[in-house]
């Protein structure tokens, strides 16, 4: 009697053990697993936006389909660069696409192009842009969202010229040690 008195003491104690050791990995499994996730929600949200603009890693294409107006600012300027804080790239924007105040994940206003190691152009970023003028006269009373995100507004007397307009950068296509939305990337230079 005292020996099967002590077995179930054993497997009491291996139960508890096991139970324990059980909430002590839960405990650290689901802050990592929920970390995970929200890592990568920005990237599941912009996940059509890759998908749509894909092919556009052939500049060519990209210009064939729309994506043909080089942006330059007040200064001349093509590849845009504010250094130290990061670099954009050489915009090329969809004429047809602004002007409007529809946001379509699958159709940005520009794509980005930023220089790679021999200076040919790699697509980097989309960028969605709204003019406030067509934004408020639509209605709208919030900024922009998309993916999540409010857009940047930039007011009159920027460096190119335009109007007051919201925007959004997403680099979709070239990391972004400053953040999947932030205009400047510190890897960029022009």
Same mark, same amino acid.
């Given at each position: 009697m005292r020996k099967t008195r002590l077995l179930k003491m054993r497997k009491t104690r291996l139960r508890i053990a096991l139970v324990a050791l059980s909430l002590v990995a839960a405990a650290v499994a689901v802050p990592s697993i929920v970390g995970?996730?929200?890592?990568?929600?920005?990237?599941?949200?912009?996940?059509?936006? &890759?998908? &749509?603009?894909?092919?556009?890693?052939?500049?060519? &294409?990209?210009?064939?389909?729309?994506?043909?107006v080089l942006v330059v600012d007040k200064a001349g300027l093509t590849c845009i660069d504010n250094q130290p804080v990061g670099g954009m790239g050489v915009h090329y924007a969809n004429a047809s696409l602004l002007f409007d105040a529809d946001l379509d994940p699958t159709q940005p206003e520009a794509l980005v192009y930023a220089p790679n190691a021999n200076g040919q152009p790699k697509l980097?970023?989309?960028?969605?842009?709204?003019?406030?003028?067509?934004?408020?006269?639509?209605?709208?009373?919030?900024?922009?969202?998309?993916?999540?995100?409010?857009?940047?507004?930039?007011? &009159?007397?920027?460096?190119?010229?335009?109007?007051?307009?919201?925007?959004?950068h997403v680099w979709i296509w070239q990391p972004n040690s400053a953040g999947l939305f932030q205009p400047w990337n510190p890897r960029v230079h022009c």
């Amino acid at each position: 009697m005292r020996k099967t008195r002590l077995l179930k003491m054993r497997k009491t104690r291996l139960r508890i053990a096991l139970v324990a050791l059980s909430l002590v990995a839960a405990a650290v499994a689901v802050p990592s697993i929920v970390g995970l996730a929200s890592a990568a929600d920005d990237h599941s949200r912009t996940a059509v936006a &890759a998908s &749509a603009t894909a092919r556009f890693h052939d500049l060519d &294409a990209a210009k064939a389909a729309g994506w043909n107006v080089l942006v330059v600012d007040k200064a001349g300027l093509t590849c845009i660069d504010n250094q130290p804080v990061g670099g954009m790239g050489v915009h090329y924007a969809n004429a047809s696409l602004l002007f409007d105040a529809d946001l379509d994940p699958t159709q940005p206003e520009a794509l980005v192009y930023a220089p790679n190691a021999n200076g040919q152009p790699k697509l980097a970023a989309l960028e969605y842009i709204v003019f406030d003028g067509a934004w408020t006269a639509a209605g709208h009373t919030d900024p922009p969202e998309l993916f999540g995100q409010q857009f940047a507004y930039t007011p &009159a007397g920027n460096r190119y010229g335009l109007d007051p307009f919201w925007s959004l950068h997403v680099w979709i296509w070239q990391p972004n040690s400053a953040g999947l939305f932030q205009p400047w990337n510190p890897r960029v230079h022009c």
